[in-house]
């Protein structure tokens, strides 16, 4: 390891010390704890991210996406789950939702304009399967978001059904995935020109990805428990939080890794990273998570408010449209951070 990355590494183990302190120490301001897991959980999520870069550093850029996808989105499911378990239903859904709008807006906005930025003729240039794989996974789970929501406005008896219709289409959704990863992972040729090797051995990068991983879960509980009077004390909707803050927070991994390889000129590798975090949080992490929720005190499903639906749908398009042709320009990666900071805006608004 370099000496940057071992004082990071430092830095996020006192960031989790202080997050640990601040959430059982007596007369601690709950917006002072909140700040400390923010930094903490995104911390474990960069240790997450380095451990697995190291781990994936002899494979090509679709195992090497793939893992720091998987591994990367521990701090989410952790977040979603516990919010679960605290009835915050509205944070739960907008931080799944805002997890795939802030990589499919936000942070790949941010990638194709580091990207250009050493691209020739001022475009970044990758392979465009991904990019249409991913716009073909995220418009299918949108057509089951989108079947309920005209459900639910028009109050039809398949409304009342909501948890089943929600039940089965998690399933149907892990099996098209599971489907899709089999063929993707298989056409893996290898590690990506000019991409940095490994500079940890095969036992550390575990060691260390295993206690981040853990780290991660516990990090995630402490923030869930701070965020709800952090909300009511600096009068944030439930709606932003989870779509802005709990978000970008859960998706460090995304925000550093892919916008790092970007800029370094690795574009397939850095849009793998990105892209692959948005395919499976729509069609694995949020069906598991509806699954999974059978077993909580707060149910998830796949019911989401109109304005949401509408901008779930949009991002697809919005995607395929811009990353389909294999190229992006600076004006295509605007576009979508504005997109963002516009759904942002309307979140802010929300309950």
Known sequence: MTLLERGVLAAVALATALAGVTRYAHGVSHVVAFAFATLALAGQAWVVSFATEQVGGRFGAPITGFMQSTLGNLP????????????????????????????????????????????????????????????????????????????????????????????VGALALLIVYAAWLWGYLRSDRGPEEGVPRARMGA???????????????????????????????LHISQAFAGLVIVAIAGNAVENVTGIVLAFKGHSDLAISVVKNSVAQIAAFLYPLLVLVSLLTVTTLTFSLAPVYVGALFGTAV??????????????????????????????AFEG
């Open 76 to 167: 989410e499911f952790f977040v979603v789950l516990f919010a679960l378990g605290a009835h915050q239903l509205i944070v739960a859904k907008t931080a799944i939702l805002g997890s795939i709008l802030v990589n499919a807006l936000l942070v790949l906005g941010l990638v194709i304009v580091a990207g250009t930025a050493r691209g020739r003729g001022g475009l970044m240039r990758f392979s465009p399967r991904l990019p249409n794989d991913t716009a073909t996974l995220l418009l299918t789970s949108t057509f089951i978001i989108v079947l309920i929501g005209l459900a639910d406005a028009s109050h039809d008896l398949a409304s009342r059904h909501t948890r089943t219709i929600s039940i």
């Open 318 to 347: 919005i995607i395929w449209q811009v990353t389909g042709d294999g190229e992006a320009t600076l004006f295509e990666g605007a576009a979508l951070i504005a997109a963002f900071v516009i759904l942002a805006a309307v979140a």
């Open 203 to 233: 036992a550390a990068s575990g060691l260390t990805l295993a206690v981040a991983g853990v780290a991660s879960a516990f990090v995630s509980d402490w923030f869930v428990h701070a965020l709800a009077p952090t909300i009511r004390t």
